[in-house]
């Protein structure tokens, strides 16, 4: 246990860890359920394109998130992008900076301007008090992105975007099994768009979907995912290849079935870094609403160098000498992000809560691979360095 700052590996000591505690280590269900699984697609050769798997993918998604419709998708990226391009959406979208740059890039991919629009401080998501004023006649949607899992407010969104009629879409990517007021996250807007990347608590290796309860619009997004195809020589639409494959659903499968496992250690280890991490100084924990349900698969710090006389940097940097590989999410911010940089430079003015943001937060690891006495290390070392934190940074 490190009592000292010399302990500290960066001033010398030994790193705490023997091997890296990374954020986004990947939960794994039942293993011999995925690998049986694995052996009945081998053996049915059907691999992709629409498959048994997919379809019940598709099914138990639905069902978990209370919505008409799940098109399972290779990534969420794309589901994005296809999600963006089936609205029809065009010239302006209204989006947040403080987000992971896929949200962007998904509208300027297709030549969509993302206009940024600042967060709520406390929230970290879209503020809705901003958003009217970046409507110009050529806004033509809102991306509300439920940021860490935690709802936007989709209610002052849902009437903005009701009287200005603009599209509403949500990136939900880091929002699957979470809940607005109750009711479960993804049957809100136009669509919401999920992410089940390998990093993500309950991932398909790499894995996506659009959830909607609107008929017309699943049967597009259905077509454009399948480059277009209505029958066997029927193209009807212009698409691209946005398929998931039997591999990833069967992952995704088994996945789901330990859902409620991997949100219990969640939920543990978060209320675990909360309890160790209070009442220190400059170090804000992000809490979520427990009246709602959370997947609680990110740790989010805050830290004000003013109070805590550490920088966010600075601890990263400390962190990742104990091999604690703690990530500066979002940083930079969209708007700091080349193309966007270029085109916005000045866009930062507008985004005074962003910009704070992104010099302020840090995510620590969480998930099925953490033990409670690595937490316990984690919190320590947080303690130990806001403690002794003039010294620390003078060092540094
Ligand atoms: N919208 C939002 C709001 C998002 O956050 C994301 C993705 C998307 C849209 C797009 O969805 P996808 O197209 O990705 O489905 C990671 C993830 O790759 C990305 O999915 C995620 N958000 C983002 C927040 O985090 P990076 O650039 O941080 O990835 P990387 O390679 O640095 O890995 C992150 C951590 O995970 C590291 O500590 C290593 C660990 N890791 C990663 C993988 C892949 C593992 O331990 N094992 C693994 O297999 O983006």
């Given at each position: 246990?490190?009592?000292?700052?010399?302990?500290?590996?960066?001033?010398?000591?030994?790193?705490?860890?023997?091997?890296?505690?990374?954020?986004?280590?990947?939960?794994?269900?039942?293993?011999?359920?995925?690998?049986?699984?694995?052996?009945?697609?081998?053996?049915?050769?059907?691999?992709?394109?629409?498959?048994?798997?997919?379809?019940?993918?598709?099914?138990?998604?639905?069902?978990?998130?209370?919505?008409?419709?799940?098109?399972?998708?290779?990534?969420?990226?794309?589901?994005?992008?296809?999600?963006?391009?089936?609205?029809?959406?065009?010239?302006?979208?209204i989006v947040p900076s403080f987000t992971f740059i896929a949200t962007a890039h998904a509208l300027q991919w297709q030549e969509i301007t993302p206009v940024f629009c600042d967060v709520d401080r406390r929230t970290h998501n879209i503020?809705?008090?901003?958003?009217?004023?970046?409507?110009?006649?050529?806004?033509?949607?809102?991306?509300?992105?439920?940021?860490?899992?935690?709802?936007?407010?989709?209610?002052?969104?849902?009437?903005?975007?009701?009287?200005?009629?603009?599209?509403?879409?949500?990136?939900?990517?880091?929002?699957?099994?979470?809940?607005?007021?109750?009711?479960?996250?993804?049957?809100?807007?136009?669509?919401?768009?999920?992410?089940?990347?390998?990093?993500?608590?309950?991932?398909?290796?790499?894995g996506g979907a659009v959830v909607t309860n609107d008929d017309e619009l699943a049967a597009r997004i259905r077509l454009m995912k399948n480059f277009g195809f209505a029958g066997y020589d029927d193209v009807s639409y212009i698409g691209t290849n946005g398929k998931?494959?039997?591999?990833?659903?069967?992952?995704?499968?088994?996945?789901?079935?330990?859902?409620?496992?991997?949100?219990?250690?969640?939920?543990?280890?978060?209320?675990?870094?909360?309890?160790?991490?209070?009442?220190?100084?400059?170090?804000?924990?992000?809490?979520?609403?427990?009246?709602?349900?959370?997947?609680?698969?990110?740790?989010?710090?805050?830290?004000?160098?003013?109070?805590?006389?550490?920088?966010?940097?600075?601890?990263?940097?400390?962190?990742?000498?104990?091999?604690?590989?703690?990530?500066?999410?979002?940083?930079?911010?969209?708007?700091?992000?080349?193309?966007?940089?270029?085109?916005?430079?000045?866009?930062?003015?507008?985004?005074?809560?962003?910009?704070?943001?992104?010099?302020?937060?840090?995510?620590?690891?969480?998930?099925?691979?953490?033990?409670?006495?690595?937490?316990?290390?984690?919190?320590?070392?947080?303690?130990?360095?806001?403690?002794?934190?003039?010294?620390?940074?003078?060092?540094?």
């Amino acid at each position: 246990m490190k009592q000292h700052i010399d302990d500290l590996a960066i001033f010398g000591g030994t790193p705490t860890f023997s091997s890296d505690l990374h954020v986004g280590r990947p939960n794994i269900g039942d293993r011999e359920q995925l690998l049986a699984r694995i052996n009945d697609l081998l053996d049915r050769k059907w691999l992709s394109n629409n498959g048994p798997y997919v379809q019940e993918f598709e099914k138990r998604i639905a069902e978990t998130s209370g919505v008409k419709h799940c098109i399972a998708m290779c990534n969420g990226a794309v589901a994005l992008e296809i999600a963006i391009r089936s609205l029809g959406l065009s010239g302006e979208v209204i989006v947040p900076s403080f987000t992971f740059i896929a949200t962007a890039h998904a509208l300027q991919w297709q030549e969509i301007t993302p206009v940024f629009c600042d967060v709520d401080r406390r929230t970290h998501n879209i503020d809705p008090e901003l958003i009217e004023r970046m409507i110009t006649p050529r806004t033509t949607g809102i991306i509300g992105v439920h940021l860490w899992g935690r709802a936007c407010d989709v209610d002052a969104l849902t009437d903005i975007a009701q009287r200005h009629n603009l599209k509403l879409l949500f990136d939900a990517a880091h929002a699957f099994g979470c809940s607005y007021q109750g009711r479960m996250i993804g049957g809100f807007g136009n669509a919401e768009v999920y992410s089940f990347h390998a990093t993500k608590f309950l991932n398909t290796f790499e894995g996506g979907a659009v959830v909607t309860n609107d008929d017309e619009l699943a049967a597009r997004i259905r077509l454009m995912k399948n480059f277009g195809f209505a029958g066997y020589d029927d193209v009807s639409y212009i698409g691209t290849n946005g398929k998931m494959n039997e591999v990833s659903a069967a992952m995704g499968l088994t996945s789901l079935e330990s859902m409620d496992d991997f949100i219990d250690v969640n939920h543990r280890h978060y209320r675990h870094y909360l309890q160790e991490l209070s009442n220190i100084p400059g170090i804000t924990i992000q809490t979520y609403n427990e009246q709602e349900r959370c997947n609680y698969q990110y740790i989010i710090l805050e830290i004000d160098s003013e109070r805590a006389k550490v920088s966010r940097d600075q601890l990263h940097k400390i962190l990742w000498a104990e091999r604690v590989l703690a990530r500066r999410y979002f940083y930079p911010a969209c708007h700091r992000m080349e193309p966007y940089r270029s085109y916005f430079p000045h866009a930062g003015l507008l985004l005074p809560h962003t910009v704070t943001l992104a010099s302020q937060v840090l995510a620590l690891p969480t998930g099925t691979g953490m033990r409670p006495e690595d937490i316990g290390e984690i919190c320590r070392i947080i303690r130990l360095v806001v403690a002794n934190g003039v010294e620390v940074s003078g060092r540094l």
